[in-house]
């Protein structure tokens, strides 16, 4: 599952960890995704199910990326990997930035 979103997870250099997860009370399977480079800050929660025939249908997949309170849904892997292209490193660089700036405070005070 989410082959094409591993690969380019590898290409940028992001480590990752996976967890499966089988709630008793819905009948959707979900799969969490952690990754990231120095830390496992972003998420990717998966809901998914199986059919008749076997095979995996993904019902919606939530990003989160550094914590947000908010998650961008997507419909499937696609519309996923075209955000991650426009937005992981940019948002990666600006987040950076930050902590940059909350180190050289606390080494000025």
Request: proline share 3%.
């Amino acid at each position: 599952m989410l082959n094409r979103t591993k690969q380019f997870l590898r290409n940028n250099g992001y480590h990752y960890r996976k967890e499966y997860i089988r709630p008793l009370l819905i009948p959707d399977n979900i799969y969490i995704f952690k990754f990231g480079r120095k830390n496992l800050d972003n998420r990717l929660i998966i809901r998914y199910r199986h059919k008749w025939t076997g095979r995996q249908s993904i019902s919606e997949i939530d990003l989160r990326l550094h914590k947000q309170k908010h998650p961008r849904v997507f419909a499937n892997e696609s519309e996923l990997l075209h955000y991650l292209e426009g937005h992981l490193l940019r948002h990666e660089k600006e987040v950076h930035k930050e902590e940059v700036q909350k180190e050289e405070n606390l080494a000025k005070d």
